[in-house]
């Protein structure tokens, strides 16, 4: 796998090329800045971006921004955007183009490299990764116009493990439930969101969205 | 004068009313010159023991009745008599007294005590006469001494642009004041959370490092339960250092501006939240935090008491104001009361001359209005369309 990094804090860039590095995952080029960014992928048109929110000039979203950009250009370019905080308006703005291949995490989850590396996995094989804060913040939130609402108290956890995307075994194992049982409710989730049936995974992705209410 | 056609217009009511007020005026000449001879008698005392409680008291006692002759000048005259004390202070008889010689109101109504007990006297007595005789001829003009009383009384009673100066000054110190403890008391706070949270955290970690390496060789299964503990600290140290940042400057509002900011506040909120938002351009970042904070708190409190299942949070700018309105549909019944909600958010308005009106009916719904004056630098961009 080939992946630019873009990410302006010396100590953390080397330390994630050396984390991804180890697990195999090429990185053809580290930048430090927006701009140089967006000119990266598009010369490399890596299989992934990891990209940290806050970047120079503007020490503010600029991370973000590019992303996006670059998606314009590239479309489902597969993006996994590292912050310090994580907000909903950004995991918003990052599904927008509902293309998949996104995930939005805090730097904090670096740390479990397994739960990492398959992320960085996920995310490049066009799935939909958020934190588990995000997701956090969402439960609980669905007004009663909103048809996440619907939902039953066990498929709402399986559609926030689906947000943090965990697969079904994933998602079975935490919930100390089976696979088959997973699906099932998956299933009926996709049912009472109106999502016609369709490729599993575009179906995830669409789901996730139905629950950040974008 | 075309006021004495209307007042004889009027008629018996009018006329009884100002001959009820002349006799009046007669009781408050009277009280006043009681009150300056008492009052010029304990000045004259101060040093002795006797003085500085008879000033204190002759104040206490001038108050009152300068508010009931405000009221009766506003009456007569028609315009309105605002009372320009400043706040008492409190404390001992001395303190008292540096306050009310510090107070340019106490000073003015010491002169208004001497003129109303003596020229005062008599134009009461004369409104008096006036006020018989106009119901007995109908054509003498009437109120003209009655007039003449209230408006001197109006012009030392009222507020001067000097009196109006020391109001605000008061304000502002009070506003600074308030400030400056808010600011220190935010400052003790963020020392004690990093102090017992991530700087402890670190602690730990580093404790937990420095006992791995030194059992590296021996009791590698030990080793891997330190190391576990150590990236459990870490992770506890961020969390907490992530929630300290967000209570200083939210790192949304730096990104996004306060547009942004309050819409992914709206986002994070448990309950449906619209945001309308029109003309708000780039603020000050003083302004746009004090905002941002406001309506922060404010939405904490629809969430903690308001029992809402909706709240709308709308920003517009115009004429170097920022408006600032939170509804939402809870059971109303709101009040700003100390150490609450609302004090917090009317404490962080004033240190920018910003007002809260709460406007809570019982059974709701409740309105929050805050208005901050601000110089926005280019109110027509909006922060968002630079985003796209």
Known sequence: MRVVLAEDLALLRDGLIRLLEAHDIEVVEAVDNGPSLLRALIAHQPDLAVVDVRLPPTHTDEGIRAALEARAHMPGLPVLVLSQYVEQLYARELLADRAGGVGYLLKDRVFDVGQFVDAVERVAGGGTVLDPEVVGQLLGRAGPADPVASLTPRERDVLGLMAEGRSNAAIAGRLFITEKAVSKHTNSIFTRLGLPPSEDDNRRVLAVLAYLGA | ?388
């Open chain 2, 1 to 388: 004068m075309p006021e004495t056609g209307r007042v004889r217009g009027v008629g018996m009511r009018r006329r009884l009313a100002f001959l009820g007020l002349a006799v009046g005026q007669l009781g408050v000449a009277a009280c006043s010159l009681a009150l300056f001879v008492l009052a010029v008698v304990g000045l004259g005392l101060v040093l002795v023991a006797w003085g500085i409680p008879l000033v204190v008291a002759v104040a206490a006692l001038t108050r009152p009745l300068a508010q009931v002759q405000r009221r009766v000048s506003r009456y007569v005259l028609r315009q309105p008599v605002d009372s320009p004390y400043l706040r008492r202070t409190a404390g001992g008889p001395w303190s008292r007294l540096r306050g009310l010689v510090r107070d340019p109101a106490r000073r003015r109504d010491l002169t208004w005590l001497g003129l109303q007990g003596t020229a005062g006297l008599v134009l009461a007595i004369l409104a008096v006469l006036e006020g018989v005789l106009d119901l007995l001829l109908v054509f003498v003009p009437a109120g003209f001494a009655l007039r003449l009383d209230c408006w001197l009384s109006a012009a030392l009673l009222g507020v001067t642009e000097k009196s109006a100066l020391a109001l605000r000054v008061e304000e502002l110190a009070e506003s600074r004041a308030e400030t400056v403890d808010t600011q220190a008391a935010e400052l003790r706070r963020i020392e004690r959370d990093l102090h017992d949270g991530a700087q402890a955290r670190l602690v730990a970690l580093g404790m937990s490092l420095s006992l791995a390496e030194a059992q590296l060789a021996s009791d590698p299964e030990a080793v891997r339960s330190l190391l576990v503990e150590a990236r459990a600290s870490s992770l506890a140290a961020l969390a907490e250092l992530r929630d300290l940042v967000r209570g200083i400057h939210p790192p949304v509002l730096a990104d996004r501006g306060l547009v942004g900011a309050v819409q992914a506040l709206a986002l994070a909120a448990p309950l449906e939240v619209g945001v309308h938002t029109g003309g708000v351009g780039p603020l000050p970042a003083p302004v746009e935090a004090a905002a941002y904070f406001a309506i922060a708190e404010g939405l904490t409190n629809v969430i903690k008491h308001g029992s809402a299942r909706r709240a709308e949070i709308s920003l517009s700018y115009a004429a170097g104001e920022l408006r600032l309105e939170l509804g939402d549909d809870g059971v109303g019944g709101a009040v700003v009361t100390d150490g609450g909600g609302l004090r917090g958010i009317e404490r962080r308005l004033a240190a920018f001359d910003g007002r809260l009106a709460v406007d809570s009916p019982p059974g709701g719904p409740t309105r929050l209005h805050m208005v901050l004056p601000c110089a926005s630098s280019s109110p027509k961009t909006s922060p968002s369309s630079e985003t796209g």
